[in-house]
Every structure is written in structure tokens, then in C-alpha cells.
């Protein structure tokens, strides 16, 4: 336990840390390594790494239809029902981001356009190492589909027997996903943005994933013209603003519902009470031995934070210094510290609103940025798989309007083409 007004600025600064955001140059060198087998080998290197790190010898990356009838023949009625659920919760909140073009004229004769078009092509990465994510098939099938992206590809790392999880299977079905292939890890990465002999490349990359799937989307980000990665999205986080109104066993069980994601997950309750602090502590140690995951839930704990502050504004204010990918506040009156938070990807409000209800089915979508991001990177949207351009159309009348304004301008700038093209068309 921390008492944050005791901590000198450094101690604060380490209280806030992140577990894995230090620089590994090692990992760096190991990605780009993969990346460059991918490049020159092609399908040849896809099948060699994913023997080599899934442990498992492939005959095929797609995934074929017959695959995608058997999964959904497996599926029990009481699953399907569940993730179709997930998916008209996660379909009515993001259909509603639809935007339409905007026309302005700004002056007679002169019309501009904010117009919206959906990304050509997007591939959705889908973890699956310690556990199958079909909650994240759907945060990202769906806006791709209500978009309108002419191509959708899937990949996501196969089981030790080559296969799938039938949940993410019958998730990416109902975003009507055709293509589908069973690679993960940077590999993957790579081949969505460079493409194979089976695979060709896409416009842009979703999902999250580990550290080497994230190194892959920076880097590839940065080598290949065109490619673009949705966010930097790493491990998992959850920041608690609790005060003495909370219900610590709540409070617990939503510290350890991100814990159980990694053992780099990192977990943190800001609250203004030491009793408060000492209550969750107890039920931590209590509720992570009910786990089937309790392993990797007690190593995200060794890097987890209990925080004790004088009041709820400073609590509030470590909170924004931290930035987290998900914020819950449990306290006596939680809207009157909404306009006060400056950065969280995702902000769960009151007693009633455990974290797993946006990771899965509130309707929100649990893409989120991570590593303090959130200070300046949005969650996922609808917004995310579409391009914004403008058009502007001008008559003669506008031009002329617009005529000495450019040429003022044009001479303080001294570029004298750029005046050329006004003056040209005005002598005509």
C-alpha cells in the first residue's frame, strides 16, 4: 500500500509504471528478424514460424468452409445465443456512429465537403495464446462490416491441433468473415501489411495482442507505405477510483477480472481511505485463489497498486497522470467526477458496472489504448474503418471572390505558381 502524498515525484513516477513499457532491444531485433523471413519467404516462412512458435505443422493457412460448418455444428445453442447477443448489443451502439458528409459553402459559389468512405481492405488480429477472445472478433467485425470495408480478413493463432476456437469461428460468421486464417504473432502482423503467396495485404490493422504483435504493428507501421495500425494496444489495464461507499469485494473482483488477461496485465486502486485499501487487499488474497487462472492473476498482482490519497480530487488526479485503458469509479456520487477525468480509454460508472460488461456485451467497444495512451488516442470506433476526405468545387464567381485573398498570400509565401493558377484562369 502507497500513501501518494508521502511519494517525492520519482516514487511517484515509479507508482505509476507500467510493468513491460521499457525498451527491450532484444524483442525489437527478434520482430524485425521475423518480419524480414516473411518478406522473403513468404507462405514458406508463415508455415515455418508458426511451426516453431505455436508448435503445430500446418497443411493450410485458410481456413475452408467446411471448417466453418463443423465449428458452428459444435457450438452449443446456449453459446451462439450468447455471442449473438454480444453482437446486436455491439451493432445498435456503433450503428448509431454512422456520420453523413458534411457541405458547407463557405462563401457564394465556393463549396466544400467533409466526405466519409470506408477503408478498402482491414485485417482484424484475434488473440487466442492462454485463452480464445471471440468478444474481440466482434468488436472488430462488426464496425468493419457496418463500414462497408470491401475486405475483411481475419487471422488468429491456431490451437496445438491447427484449429480454431469454435466461438471466434461462428463470432467472425455472423460479420459475415470469409477470409480466415489460422496465423498469429508477428508473423501474422507481417503478412497482413507485406502479404504472402496465399495472403494479400491490407490497408489496416486491428486487435490487440502480446508484445510481439505489437512491436510488429509499430514497426510495420513505420516500413511499409500505405499500412496503417489502429492503435498501439498492449496489456491490459484497470485503474479503481474507490472511496469509503465502495463495496471492496466489487472492487476486487473487477481488479482481478484484467488480471486474469496476463501476467503483464497491471491493476490499480486509487482510493481515499486506508481502510478502504486494507478491505480490497484481503479480498484480493481471497478471490484470486478461486481462480482457474489464479497463476497468472498473482503475477499481474506482484505489479499491481493499492494507492491511498488525502481526498477524492487527488485521487482523480492520479488517475489522469496514469492515464488508464479502463477507469471505474465506485464512490458515493461517481457523475460529479466525470468532468473532472481527463484521460481513460473506457469509464465503467457506479457500483453496478463491472469492467467484463464493456469487454463484452454493454455495447462499447473493448479495442482501447493502453500504455497512457488514452491522453491522446480515442477507444475503437466505427470512425476507425473509414477515411475522411474533403472535395471542394468552386464557380467562376467564387474564384473571383476568393481571387485577391490567394494572390495576397501567395506573394507573402512567394510562390508564384500557386498565384499563376488564380491569375490564369481570372484573365480567361
Same mark, same amino acid.
Given at each position: 500500500?502507497?500513501?501518494?502524498?508521502?511519494?517525492?515525484?520519482?516514487?511517484?513516477?515509479?507508482?505509476?509504471?507500467?510493468?513491460?513499457?521499457?525498451?527491450?532491444?532484444?524483442?525489437?531485433?527478434?520482430?524485425?528478424?521475423?518480419?524480414?523471413?516473411?518478406?522473403?519467404?513468404?507462405?514458406?516462412?508463415?508455415?515455418?514460424?508458426?511451426?516453431?512458435?505455436?508448435?503445430?505443422?500446418?497443411?493450410?493457412?485458410?481456413?475452408?468452409?467446411?471448417?466453418?460448418?463443423?465449428?458452428?455444428?459444435?457450438?452449443?445453442?446456449?453459446?451462439?445465443?450468447?455471442?449473438?447477443?454480444?453482437?446486436?448489443?455491439?451493432?445498435?451502439?456503433?450503428?448509431?456512429?454512422?456520420?453523413?458528409?458534411?457541405?458547407?459553402?463557405?462563401?457564394?459559389?465556393?463549396?466544400?465537403?467533409?466526405?466519409?468512405?470506408?477503408?478498402?481492405?482491414?485485417?482484424?488480429?484475434? /488473440? @487466442? *495464446?492462454?485463452?480464445? =477472445?471471440?468478444?474481440?472478433?466482434?468488436?472488430?467485425?462488426? %464496425? !468493419?462490416?457496418? +463500414?462497408?470495408?470491401?475486405?475483411?480478413?481475419?487471422?488468429?493463432?491456431?490451437?496445438?491441433?491447427?484449429?480454431?476456437?469454435?466461438?471466434?469461428?461462428?463470432?467472425?460468421?455472423?460479420?459475415?468473415?470469409?477470409?480466415?486464417?489460422?496465423?498469429?504473432?508477428?508473423?501474422?502482423?507481417?503478412?497482413?501489411?507485406?502479404?504472402?503467396?496465399?495472403?494479400?495485404?491490407?490497408?489496416?490493422?486491428?486487435?490487440?495482442?502480446?508484445?510481439?504483435?505489437?512491436?510488429?504493428?509499430?514497426?510495420?507501421?513505420?516500413?511499409?507505405?500505405?499500412?496503417?495500425?489502429?492503435? /498501439? @494496444? *498492449?496489456?491490459?489495464? =484497470?485503474?479503481?477510483?474507490?472511496?469509503?461507499?465502495?463495496? %471492496? !469485494?466489487?472492487? +476486487?473482483?473487477?481488479?482481478?477480472?484484467?488480471?486474469?488477461?496476463?501476467?503483464?496485465?497491471?491493476?490499480?486502486?486509487?482510493?481515499?481511505?486506508?481502510?478502504?485499501?486494507?478491505?480490497?487487499?484481503?479480498?484480493?488474497?481471497?478471490?484470486?485463489?478461486?481462480?482457474?487462472?489464479?497463476?497468472?492473476?498473482?503475477?499481474?498482482?506482484?505489479?499491481?497498486?493499492?494507492?491511498?490519497?488525502?481526498?477524492?480530487?487527488?485521487?482523480?488526479?492520479?488517475?489522469?497522470?496514469?492515464?488508464?485503458?479502463?477507469?471505474?469509479?465506485?464512490?458515493?456520487?461517481?457523475?460529479?467526477?466525470?468532468?473532472?477525468?481527463?484521460?481513460?480509454?473506457?469509464?465503467?460508472?457506479?457500483?453496478?458496472?463491472?469492467?467484463? +460488461?464493456?469487454?463484452?456485451?454493454?455495447?462499447?467497444?473493448?479495442?482501447?489504448?493502453?500504455?497512457?495512451?488514452?491522453?491522446?488516442?480515442?477507444?475503437?470506433?466505427?470512425?476507425?474503418?473509414?477515411?475522411?476526405?474533403?472535395?471542394?468545387?468552386?464557380?467562376?464567381?467564387?474564384?473571383?471572390?476568393?481571387?485577391?485573398?490567394?494572390?495576397?498570400?501567395?506573394?507573402?509565401?512567394?510562390?508564384?505558381?500557386?498565384?499563376?493558377?488564380?491569375?490564369?484562369?481570372?484573365?480567361?
Amino acid at each position: 500500500m502507497l500513501n501518494w502524498s508521502t511519494l517525492n515525484a520519482a516514487e511517484q513516477t515509479k507508482a505509476l509504471s507500467r510493468p513491460a513499457i521499457s525498451d527491450n532491444k532484444g524483442l525489437s531485433k527478434a520482430v524485425a528478424s521475423i518480419i524480414d523471413k516473411v518478406d522473403k519467404q513468404g507462405d514458406n516462412a508463415l508455415f515455418d514460424l508458426t511451426a516453431e512458435f505455436d508448435k503445430v505443422k500446418l497443411s493450410s493457412l485458410l481456413l475452408t468452409d467446411k471448417a466453418v460448418v463443423k465449428a458452428t455444428q459444435r457450438l452449443s445453442d446456449k453459446r451462439k445465443l450468447a455471442i449473438q447477443t454480444a453482437y446486436g448489443q455491439i451493432e445498435r451502439f456503433h450503428i448509431a456512429q454512422k456520420t453523413t458528409d458534411i457541405v458547407v459553402e463557405t462563401l457564394p459559389g465556393v463549396k466544400c465537403t467533409l466526405k466519409t468512405e470506408a477503408i478498402d481492405s482491414v485485417g482484424l488480429y484475434i /488473440p @487466442a *495464446g492462454s485463452a480464445p =477472445l471471440p468478444s474481440t472478433v466482434l468488436m472488430l467485425g462488426v %464496425p !468493419a462490416k457496418l +463500414a462497408g470495408c470491401n475486405r475483411v480478413v481475419l487471422v488468429c493463432p491456431p490451437n496445438k491441433q491447427g484449429e480454431i476456437a469454435d466461438e471466434i469461428i461462428y463470432a467472425a460468421k455472423l460479420c459475415q468473415i470469409s477470409e480466415i486464417y489460422t496465423i498469429g504473432g508477428a508473423q501474422a502482423i507481417a503478412a497482413l501489411a507485406l502479404g504472402s503467396d496465399t495472403i494479400k495485404p491490407v490497408n489496416k490493422v486491428f486487435g490487440p495482442g502480446n508484445r510481439f504483435v505489437t512491436e510488429a504493428k509499430k514497426q510495420l507501421s513505420q516500413l511499409v507505405p500505405g499500412f496503417a495500425i489502429d492503435m /498501439p @494496444a *498492449g496489456p491490459s489495464e =484497470l485503474l479503481v477510483i474507490a472511496d469509503e461507499s465502495a463495496t %471492496p !469485494a466489487f472492487v +476486487a473482483a473487477d481488479l482481478l477480472s484484467q488480471a486474469e488477461h496476463g501476467p503483464d496485465s497491471q491493476v490499480i486502486l486509487v482510493t481515499n481511505s486506508a481502510e478502504v485499501a486494507n478491505n480490497v487487499q484481503a479480498e484480493l488474497d481471497l478471490q484470486v485463489e478461486l481462480l482457474s487462472r489464479k497463476a497468472i492473476a498473482k503475477q499481474a498482482l506482484s505489479e499491481s497498486r493499492l494507492i491511498v490519497c488525502d481526498n477524492i480530487n487527488e485521487a482523480v488526479q492520479v488517475s489522469n497522470l496514469y492515464g488508464p485503458e479502463h477507469l471505474s469509479i465506485q464512490t458515493k456520487q461517481p457523475q460529479q467526477l466525470m468532468t473532472k477525468i481527463r484521460s481513460a480509454g473506457s469509464i465503467f460508472v457506479g457500483d453496478y458496472s463491472p469492467e467484463s +460488461a464493456g469487454d463484452y456485451a454493454s455495447g462499447t467497444n473493448h479495442v482501447l489504448p493502453t500504455y497512457g495512451y488514452s491522453k491522446v488516442i480515442s477507444s475503437l470506433s466505427l470512425a476507425d474503418f473509414s477515411r475522411r476526405y474533403t472535395v471542394q468545387e468552386l464557380s467562376k464567381q467564387g474564384l473571383q471572390s476568393l481571387a485577391e485573398t490567394i494572390i495576397e498570400l501567395t506573394d507573402a509565401e512567394g510562390l508564384d505558381a500557386h498565384q499563376r493558377a488564380v491569375t490564369i484562369r481570372l484573365e480567361k
